[in-house]
């Protein structure tokens, strides 16, 4: 009763003592003192904590099945990354991690090696290549490679009203470990910026845009999971990411090629696999 300050604070955490597991228990009270101290720092007004509440309800009202907005939040904040760094521990040999961004779609179409999987998609040929391997740098055949990336437009499937996915597959590699599909060369493109989101960007003096990248999510037996990106070497974006996401280890060359009077790109990158064991708890 009458609790204010400090006490309000340890009150609020106090009441979470019942939590069902100790690990609730940490991460609500570690919740409330932050948000607490957050107000107290910047001596927040009520007019703008309804400013808030008032944010995060749109944000909420905007993510649908295809657009989540609060992952989107994440993002632009760095908290994706940040959370990305302190889940994925592997050695350095692995490939480094990165956001998973918010247009992964679960059921992807089953491509097979040398598959074209723009289906369509406006944008110029780039063939994407290279191996799956472990940190002694020897193939995993079998792994599970899905990929997504948006189209010359700057737009994933997801967000045009099309019949069927574009960019948008999964593959397995082979005795070898190859992988390798036909998709679009990428480009720079903006991360939706009409909703809260791009409000938060506009009143920052931050910009939206995304530098040139192919997703990447990467399973096999027995090793962590890999969520990652290619980007391409050469984007005006690399260095001012919107998300925060490029790693110089990610960036690779798309080459200019050209047979038979036709112009396509070409990427080939290996990706590397850290075994359970390898991988820092």
């Known amino acids: 009763m009458d609790l204010q300050g400090d006490d309000l604070t340890e009150a609020v955490v106090a009441s979470f003592d019942g939590s069902a597991s100790d690990r609730y228990k940490e991460v609500t009270g570690a919740l409330v003192r932050h948000l607490h101290a957050f107000a107290r720092e910047v001596d927040l007004t009520e007019d703008e904590?309804?400013?808030?509440?008032?944010?995060?309800?749109?944000?909420?009202?905007?993510s649908t099945g295809t657009r989540q907005e609060f992952?989107?939040?994440?993002?632009?904040?760095?908290?994706?990354?940040?959370?990305?760094?302190?889940?994925?521990?592997?050695?350095?040999?692995?490939?480094?991690?990165?956001?998973?961004?918010?247009?992964?779609?679960?059921g992807s179409p089953e491509a097979k090696l040398g598959?074209?999987?723009?289906?369509?998609?406006?944008?110029?040929?780039?063939?994407?290549?290279?191996?799956?391997?472990?940190?002694?740098?020897?193939?995993?055949?079998?792994?599970?490679?899905?990929?997504?990336?948006?189209?010359?437009?700057?737009?994933?499937?997801?967000?045009?009203?099309?019949?069927?996915?574009?960019?948008?597959?999964?593959?397995?590699?082979?005795?070898?470990?190859?992988?390798?599909?036909?998709a679009v060369k990428p480009v720079?493109?903006?991360?939706?910026?009409?909703?809260p989101v791009g409000e938060l960007l506009r009143a920052g003096g931050r910009?939206?845009?995304?530098?040139?990248?192919?997703?990447?999510?990467?399973?096999a037996p027995g090793y962590s999971r890999l969520i990652t990106h290619v980007f391409a070497a050469g984007d005006e974006y690399l260095d001012t990411d919107a998300v925060f996401g490029v790693k110089q280890s990610l960036i690779a060359d798309f080459t200019e090629h050209h047979?038979?009077?036709?112009?396509?790109?070409?990427?080939?990158?290996?990706?590397?696999?850290?075994?359970?064991?390898?991988t820092q708890q």
């Open 207 to 219: 910009g939206p845009m995304r530098p040139a990248h192919i997703h990447f999510m990467v399973t």
């Open 49 to 62: 904590y309804f400013t808030a509440i008032d944010f995060l309800t749109r944000t909420g009202q905007i």
């Open 115 to 182: 598959d074209d999987i723009a289906n369509g998609a406006p944008g110029q040929p780039c063939l994407v290549s290279g191996k799956v391997l472990n940190t002694k740098g020897e193939p995993i055949a079998g792994a599970l490679v899905e990929t997504w990336q948006a189209d010359e437009d700057g737009f994933y499937d997801v967000q045009k009203d099309l019949d069927g996915p574009q960019n948008r597959a999964h593959l397995t590699t082979d005795a070898e470990g190859n992988y390798r599909f036909w």
């Open 259 to 278: 047979d038979d009077g036709k112009t396509y790109y070409a990427v080939n990158y290996d990706l590397v696999l850290a075994t359970t064991e390898e």
């Open 188 to 195: 720079a493109y903006p991360i939706p910026d009409d909703g």
């Open 71 to 106: 992952v989107l939040l994440a993002d632009v904040l760095g908290l994706s990354m940040l959370t990305v760094g302190l889940g994925n521990r592997k050695p350095p040999e692995a490939t480094q991690s990165t956001v998973f961004g918010p247009f992964f779609v679960e």
